[in-house]
């Protein structure tokens, strides 16, 4: 049975959904907020105001289950995912994704990836306050 509804074009042009989840700290898995994950979303989503990029929707998730990769989000329809660490890192997102469609290839997130590439840690601070890789 075919139903008409699920041939809509999505609400949003773009619904970009940032992780915010925080865990107690020392958690084996980490957690997207001592990341930088809410900081960074509200970043987004005033760059994303000031730009008045036309259908494009930021909200704060719950854990996406890529805690390792984080901070990450998820943007839709397109399915694409971004780890992030800097107002840099989501001013080029931003920039490149969301005005233009085009891909962060730095950024990105492949769906078998496990740990970050070591293009992706420059610039982070593991929990230790060390230099990541
Ligand atoms: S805490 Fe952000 S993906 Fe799990």
Same mark, same amino acid.
């Given at each position: 049975?075919?139903?008409?509804?699920?041939?809509?074009? +999505?609400?949003?042009?773009?619904?970009?959904?940032?992780?915010?989840?925080?865990? +107690? /700290?020392?958690? +084996?898995?980490?957690?997207?907020?001592?990341?930088? #994950?809410?900081?960074?979303?509200? =970043? *987004?989503?005033?760059?994303?105001?000031?730009?008045?990029?036309? #259908? /494009?929707?930021?909200?704060? /998730? @719950?854990? *996406?289950?890529?805690?390792? *990769?984080? $901070?990450?989000?998820?943007? =839709? +329809?397109?399915?694409?995912? =971004? &780890? =992030?660490?800097?107002?840099?890192?989501?001013?080029?997102? &931003?920039?490149?994704? !969301?005005?233009?469609? %085009?891909?962060?290839?730095?950024? !990105?997130?492949?769906?078998?990836?496990?740990?970050?590439? $070591? %293009?992706?840690? &420059?610039?982070? &601070?593991?929990?230790? #306050? $060390? $230099?990541? @890789?």
């Amino acid at each position: 049975m075919h139903n008409d509804s699920l041939d809509q074009k +999505p609400y949003f042009k773009r619904h970009i959904f940032c992780c915010g989840n925080e865990r +107690p /700290a020392g958690h +084996p898995r980490g957690c997207c907020k001592e990341k930088g #994950g809410v900081d960074l979303r509200n =970043y *987004l989503k005033s760059r994303v105001s000031e730009l008045k990029i036309d #259908g /494009a929707r930021v909200n704060m /998730a @719950g854990c *996406l289950d890529r805690c390792e *990769l984080g $901070a990450v989000m998820v943007i =839709y +329809p397109e399915g694409v995912w =971004y &780890t =992030y660490a800097s107002r840099e890192d989501i001013d080029e997102i &931003t920039d490149k994704h !969301l005005m233009h469609g %085009e891909i962060v290839e730095r950024l !990105l997130l492949t769906n078998d990836q496990k740990e970050l590439r $070591a %293009e992706q840690k &420059t610039g982070r &601070t593991c929990d230790d #306050g $060390a $230099a990541c @890789g």
